[in-house]
């Protein structure tokens, strides 16, 4: 491996289209917006223009085979996104060498692009369905179309939950099935993930405002192209389809109104304006419907709304030790404590935090006793989001934190207006188990940048060595546990925390 990289490689397999529009062209064009290095081995030297498809001409595997070779000693892939396929020479040539950079590295997700795995414009392939369905056993990520999907599965009229199962009965875990082929007025993408080991099925569906243009031409190869090119930066495959999202609008915003030509997709820049973000759908329904937004973060006393150092800690004599360093905020995150228990702790707690007018004390996941008690906020998970009362919460007046790890919960908890939203984890924390979900001061830039004025929180791995680099992002409040409870004096560590704090606030 090449030790001075800096930007991940995505190898695009995939056709040539002469007329541009589609296969490598597009490939090639999407990556490079992502910041991405990308690879690219033709397949296929097709003939086409925007109208038609005449024929389809597979390249050589002896080619494919040398330029893998070469390649493998300078340009190893992070990600693999999958296009046409020729033959099925050229299938099992694939699986054979993605399971070989497999076994180098674990961690290289391959995304696969059905087109062409029957027909394109009429003019059909040589691949068989048997030789796909061993292509399906290496693939991570499936992004069909409609089309395609009813195409590859044999279920028809829409049964998405249903094709989506039947694509895992073949070893596919990820499945994103596209719905911009319909003629409704939102284009809405429907997201499947199985977990082993009782392949269970979770879904997420993302849904944008239809444009009104018919420059589309390898919008399928540029949506599976910057799906890679995100989990090769080591995107969620939820956040990569929520920007890959914003970026297929952004393009079909920039033709907007063209019609009856048939343009080639475009693909313009990284996405950031707020309005061409998707809308995210709830994974289920919620217990009860809030009906305007969560009570804002007003100061107990004087009305000032800035947050600041946001410690959060796990007993009444942490609380203790805390309170009087006069804080802004304040956490009560108990865990693994009795039931029986938690009504008094909770009553202490409020207790405590009423002698401190100017500290706002939120209490995590038990809503119902920080209302009993009249806390000033409770703080919720992504999860506890669906079994909490909300509407209850909002017309108590107590204010509401929720938790979000990367931008599609962020987008999803943004719409329900709590009364601030936290986002982590920054960096590696010990604290809990955020594997995979680090953001980095990227991920926390992009996602400030299309937030409302709802104040943020950033948590997770923050400590006095880092905390100026968070707060120069222009987050409204930094949460720490240990930079402050494993600290050799958390007096000192608080003081030099807030110090920090109020250069930026
Ligand atoms: C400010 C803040 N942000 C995030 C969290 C984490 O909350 P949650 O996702 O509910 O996870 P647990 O705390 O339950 O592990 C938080 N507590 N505070
Ligand atoms: C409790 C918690 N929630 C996180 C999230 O990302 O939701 S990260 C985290 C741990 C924060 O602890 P420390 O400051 O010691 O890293």
Same mark, same amino acid.
């Given at each position: 491996?090449?030790?001075?990289?800096?930007?991940?490689?995505?190898?695009?397999?995939?056709?040539?289209?002469?007329?541009?529009?589609?296969?490598?062209?597009?490939?090639?064009?999407?990556?490079?917006?992502?910041?991405?290095?990308?690879?690219?081995?033709?397949?296929?030297?097709?003939?086409?223009?925007?109208?038609?498809?005449?024929?389809? =001409?597979?390249?050589?595997?002896? %080619?494919?085979?040398?330029?893998?070779?070469?390649?493998?000693?300078?340009?190893?892939?992070?990600?693999?996104?999958?296009?046409?396929?020729?033959?099925?020479?050229?299938?099992?040539?694939?699986?054979?060498?993605? /399971?070989?950079?497999?076994?180098?590295?674990? =961690?290289?997700?391959?995304?696969?692009?059905?087109?062409?795995?029957?027909?394109?414009?009429?003019?059909?392939?040589?691949?068989?369905?048997?030789?796909?369905?061993?292509?399906?056993?290496?693939?991570?990520?499936?992004?069909?179309?409609?089309?395609?999907?009813?195409?590859?599965?044999?279920?028809?009229?829409?049964?998405?939950?249903?094709?989506?199962?039947? !694509?895992?009965?073949?070893?596919?875990?990820?499945?994103? %099935?596209?719905?911009?082929?319909?003629?409704?007025?939102?284009?809405?993408?429907?997201?499947?993930? !199985?977990?082993?080991?009782?392949?269970?099925? +979770?879904?997420?569906?993302? +849904? #944008?405002?239809? %444009?009104?243009?018919?420059?589309?031409?390898?919008?399928?190869?540029?949506?599976? #192209?910057?799906?890679?090119?995100?989990?090769?930066?080591?995107?969620?495959?939820?956040?990569?389809?929520?920007?890959?999202?914003?970026?297929?609008?952004?393009?079909?915003?920039?033709?907007?109104?063209?019609?009856?030509?048939?343009?080639?997709?475009?693909?313009?820049?990284?996405?950031?304006?707020?309005?061409?973000?998707?809308?995210?759908?709830?994974?289920?329904?919620?217990?009860?419907?809030?009906?305007?937004?969560?009570?804002?973060? @007003?100061?107990?006393?004087?009305?000032?709304?800035?947050?600041?150092?946001?410690?959060?800690?796990?007993?009444?004599?942490?609380?203790?030790?805390?309170?009087?360093?006069?804080?802004?905020?304040?956490?009560?995150?108990?865990?693994?404590?009795?039931? =029986?228990?938690?009504?008094?702790?909770? &009553?202490?707690?409020?207790?405590?935090?009423?002698?401190?007018?100017?500290?706002?004390?939120?209490?995590?996941?038990?809503?119902?006793?920080?209302?009993?008690?009249?806390?000033?906020?409770?703080?919720?998970?992504?999860?506890?989001?669906?079994?909490?009362?909300?509407?209850?919460?909002?017309?108590?007046? %107590?204010?509401? @934190?929720? #938790?979000?790890? @990367?931008?599609?919960?962020?987008?999803?908890?943004?719409?329900?207006?709590?009364?601030?939203?936290?986002?982590?984890?920054?960096?590696?924390?010990?604290?809990?188990?955020?594997?995979?979900?680090?953001?980095?001061?990227?991920?926390?830039?992009?996602?400030?940048?299309?937030?409302?004025?709802?104040?943020?929180?950033?948590?997770?791995?923050?400590?006095?060595?880092?905390? #100026?680099?968070?707060?120069?992002?222009?987050?409204?409040?930094?949460?720490?546990?240990?930079?402050?409870?494993? /600290? &050799?004096?958390?007096? &000192?560590?608080?003081?030099?925390?807030?110090?920090?704090?109020?250069?930026?606030?």
């Amino acid at each position: 491996m090449n030790m001075n990289k800096n930007k991940p490689i995505v190898w695009t397999i995939s056709g040539h289209d002469p007329s541009g529009g589609a296969g490598i062209a597009a490939d090639l064009r999407t990556i490079h917006c992502f910041a991405v290095e990308a690879c690219a081995f033709i397949t296929a030297n097709t003939v086409q223009n925007s109208e038609e498809l005449l024929t389809i =001409n597979p390249v050589d595997i002896k %080619i494919l085979e040398q330029q893998y070779q070469l390649l493998i000693e300078d340009k190893l892939p992070d990600a693999i996104k999958i296009g046409m396929v020729a033959t099925d020479e050229q299938i099992y040539w694939l699986i054979e060498k993605i /399971a070989e950079l497999k076994a180098d590295n674990v =961690n290289l997700v391959v995304v696969y692009d059905p087109v062409a795995a029957a027909t394109v414009g009429g003019v059909t392939t040589e691949v068989t369905k048997d030789a796909l369905h061993h292509l399906f056993s290496v693939i991570d990520v499936l992004t069909p179309n409609m089309t395609e999907a009813e195409k590859l599965t044999g279920i028809y009229l829409g049964a998405v939950d249903d094709i989506a199962d039947k !694509f895992s009965t073949f070893g596919i875990n990820n499945t994103v %099935i596209k719905g911009g082929h319909t003629d409704e007025e939102f284009c809405v993408d429907y997201g499947y993930q !199985f977990s082993e080991p009782k392949q269970l099925r +979770s879904k997420y569906s993302i +849904s #944008s405002e239809r %444009i009104n243009t018919d420059y589309t031409h390898g919008g399928g190869c540029s949506f599976a #192209s910057a799906i890679a090119a995100l989990l090769s930066k080591g995107y969620l495959l939820r956040d990569a389809l929520t920007i890959t999202k914003a970026f297929m609008q952004q393009g079909m915003i920039a033709n907007d109104g063209r019609i009856q030509y048939y343009g080639a997709f475009e693909q313009t820049e990284l996405p950031t304006k707020p309005s061409i973000f998707p809308q995210i759908e709830l994974t289920q329904p919620l217990l009860s419907y809030p009906t305007s937004p969560f009570a804002e973060l @007003g100061m107990k006393r004087d009305g000032n709304q800035s947050l600041g150092l946001y410690p959060v800690v796990d007993s009444i004599e942490w609380l203790e030790k805390l309170l009087p360093l006069e804080l802004t905020i304040i956490q009560l995150r108990v865990k693994n404590k009795p039931e =029986n228990e938690l009504d008094a702790i909770i &009553e202490r707690a409020v207790e405590l935090a009423n002698n401190y007018p100017n500290t706002r004390l939120f209490i995590n996941d038990h809503w119902q006793l920080a209302i009993k008690h009249r806390a000033y906020g409770i703080h919720l998970g992504q999860e506890d989001i669906y079994q909490a009362d909300l509407a209850k919460i909002q017309q108590s007046g %107590i204010r509401l @934190g929720i #938790s979000t790890h @990367g931008i599609y919960e962020f987008l999803l908890a943004q719409q329900l207006k709590p009364s601030y939203l936290a986002i982590g984890a920054i960096f590696p924390t010990k604290t809990k188990d955020m594997t995979g979900q680090i953001q980095g001061l990227t991920n926390l830039k992009q996602i400030l940048n299309i937030s409302t004025d709802i104040p943020v929180v950033a948590i997770g791995g923050i400590n006095l060595t880092n905390a #100026s680099d968070v707060w120069s992002t222009s987050v409204d409040s930094i949460a720490v546990v240990t930079a402050i409870t494993q /600290a &050799e004096c958390y007096i &000192e560590a608080t003081k030099r925390l807030k110090a920090i704090a109020n250069n930026y606030i």
